[in-house]
Nanobody, 124 residues
Framework: QLQLVESGGSLVQPGGSLRLSCAAS????????IGWFRQAPGKEREGVSC????????NYADSVRGRFTISRDNAKNTVYLQMNSLKPEDTAVYYC?????????????????WGQGTQVTVSS
């Protein structure tokens, strides 16, 4: 069974840090670009970051640039999202998604597989 599983979400105070993981089972991530998305209650899904299959190219939403870092360890079949200086507005369910091919897609509809999400809550 092909699936992505996110982990690492939690309740954290403003200014704190979390590292999310996205682990694949049933397939190898080597040939997939991986994106992180988030969705807060009552809001649309938002693209957060993406990393190319080689790891050589990354992009970030303006709202997280300089605070979040995406990385991948293909040997562990896992992609990470390091989140620092967290703000209450970062509160959301975070999803990872895999798109077959070397480059990050331009639209979320181009992703092939999605995880179930992990909750991140930033609150004092």
């Amino acid at each position: 069974q092909l699936q992505l599983v996110e982990s690492g979400g939690s309740l954290v105070q403003p200014g704190g840090s979390l590292r999310l993981s996205c682990a694949a089972s049933g397939f190898t991530l080597d040939y997939y670009a991986i994106g992180w998305f988030r969705q807060a209650p009552g809001k649309e899904r938002e693209g957060v970051s993406c990393i190319s299959s080689s790891g050589g190219s990354t992009n970030y939403a303006d709202s997280v640039r300089g605070r979040f870092t995406i990385s991948r360890d293909n040997a562990k079949n896992t992609v990470y999202l390091q989140m620092n200086s967290l703000k209450p507005e970062d509160t959301a369910v975070y999803y990872c998604a895999a798109a077959y091919g070397p480059s990050c897609p331009t639209a979320w509809t181009e992703y092939d597989y999605w995880g179930q999400g992990t909750q991140v809550t930033v609150s004092s």
